[in-house]
């Protein structure tokens, strides 16, 4: 699993003419598959004469299987997929991109077609706002009250995230932890209790 990638901060639009016919091209931030299925949808209604609404998504992280693309009635392999290739090869995650064509009349035969939506794509990424996605998990911990105050400290060095605790018999601490600072983390929680601690992991 990919433990931090990049990831659409906002979206982006960008247009370009070859041989008179128009590409409009979106990109925009898609944590799933239904919302880039309802993106795709989006552009089909606003764009009701368009010849083509060519798409490509990876709704997840880079290495996801959430993925899939269209060549929306362009020859097979040359829309599509030009467009996939370029996402996988951002590096990005979490993103789908849609290529609005209007035909001006002149074909661009299949290398033509296939540059042009490749580059659609790479263009709209050029300006496209990004920001870095850490993956985390939750930790849920229980120990005795006596080492509240070093673990206290030990979790705000770490930076953990949505803490939930509860105090009866002994405090039992929920939070989310980066994927890179899991393993050194439990060990440092193991240190300081000597072991007496109960940590589970859990996918956040």
């Not at 041989?19 to 979106?26: A, E, N, P, Q, V």
């Not at 998990?137 to 400290?153: N, P």
Request: proline fraction near 3%.
């Amino acid at each position: 699993m990919t433990i931090s990638y990049s990831i659409p901060a906002g979206d982006n639009k960008v247009e370009l003419e070859i041989k008179r016919s128009k590409f409009i091209t979106y990109a925009i931030k898609a944590s799933n598959r239904q919302e880039a299925d309802a993106f795709v949808k989006q552009l089909k209604i606003q764009h009701p004469q368009a010849n083509h609404v060519c798409w490509a998504y990876i709704a997840g992280s880079p290495d996801s299987t959430e993925r899939s693309m269209s060549d929306d009635g362009e020859p097979s392999g040359t829309a599509g997929m030009p467009m996939l290739k370029v996402l996988q090869y951002s590096g990005l995650g979490e993103i789908a991109v849609a290529v609005v064509r209007y035909f001006g009349g002149t074909k661009l035969g299949t290398g033509g077609l296939q540059r042009a939506y490749s580059d659609a794509v790479v263009q709209v990424l050029e300006k496209l706002p990004l920001v870095v996605k850490v993956e985390r998990c939750r930790l849920t911990i229980e120990y005795d009250y006596s080492f509240q105050g070093a673990i206290a400290r030990l979790l705000e060095r770490y930076a953990v995230q949505d803490v939930e605790a509860t105090y009866q018999i002994s405090v039992v601490n929920s939070f989310a932890v980066a994927l890179s600072d899991v393993v050194a983390l439990q060990s440092e929680l193991v240190d300081i209790t000597s072991g007496n601690i109960v940590c589970l992991r859990s996918e956040d």
